[in-house]
C-alpha cells in the first residue's frame, strides 16, 4: 500500500510542476514590470528595507521582491496595501504609463530606464548623496570627469 501511495503523489505532482514551470517561463506583463519598478522606487525613496515594507503589509521579503521584479502581480487590495505603507496614493505606482486606450499598450518598455532602475539601488542612492554633499562648483568639475571617462571607454584603445 505504501508503493502506491508513493507512486499516486508522484503521478499527481508531475503534472503541477509541469504547470509551474510553463508559468515560470511566461513573460511578465510590462504593466507588472513598470508597476514593481514604480514599488521599488517609491521603497526605496521612503527608506526601507524590502523586509521593512514586507512587515509594515504582512509579506516577506521575498514576496516584494517578486513583485519588484514584475515577477508576480500585485493585487488591487495588496497595492493598496503597500500604498498606505508607504504614505504614496495608489495612482503612483501607474505614473508613466500611456492612458488605456489610447492605442500606445504596445509602446510600453519592458525592460526600466536605466536611469531610473539605477537612482533606485543602494549605489544610485549613494551616488546621488555623495555628489550632493559637494559644493556646486565642484560638482560640475567632477561630472566634466565623468563625462571624460565615459567618453575614453567608449573610443577604441591606441585613440
Not at 102 to 113: F, T, W
Not at 119 to 126: H, I, K, N, Q, V
Not at 131 to 138: E, F, S, V
Request: hydrophobic share 35%; net charge neutral.
Amino acid at each position: 500500500m505504501h508503493d502506491r501511495v508513493a507512486k499516486r503523489f508522484v503521478g499527481d505532482s508531475r503534472p503541477n510542476m509541469c504547470r509551474a514551470e510553463e508559468e515560470s517561463n511566461q513573460a511578465s506583463h510590462p504593466v507588472d514590470i513598470h508597476v514593481g519598478q514604480q514599488l521599488r522606487i517609491r521603497r526605496v525613496h521612503s527608506n526601507l528595507s524590502q523586509t521593512e515594507l514586507g512587515q509594515k503589509v504582512g509579506l516577506s521579503y521575498q514576496q516584494v521582491q517578486k513583485y519588484e521584479s514584475g515577477k508576480n502581480r500585485i493585487s488591487a487590495s495588496m497595492l493598496y496595501e503597500i500604498a498606505s505603507g508607504l504614505n504614496v496614493p495608489v495612482g503612483c505606482f501607474f505614473d508613466g504609463l500611456p492612458q488605456p486606450g489610447s492605442g500606445e499598450g504596445a509602446a510600453i518598455a519592458a525592460e526600466a530606464d536605466e536611469r531610473i532602475a539605477y537612482l533606485a539601488t543602494s549605489e544610485g542612492r549613494r551616488f546621488v548623496e555623495e555628489i550632493l554633499r559637494l559644493p556646486p562648483k565642484l560638482r560640475t568639475r567632477t561630472l566634466a570627469v565623468i563625462r571624460a571617462i565615459a567618453g575614453a571607454e567608449d573610443k577604441p584603445e591606441g585613440d
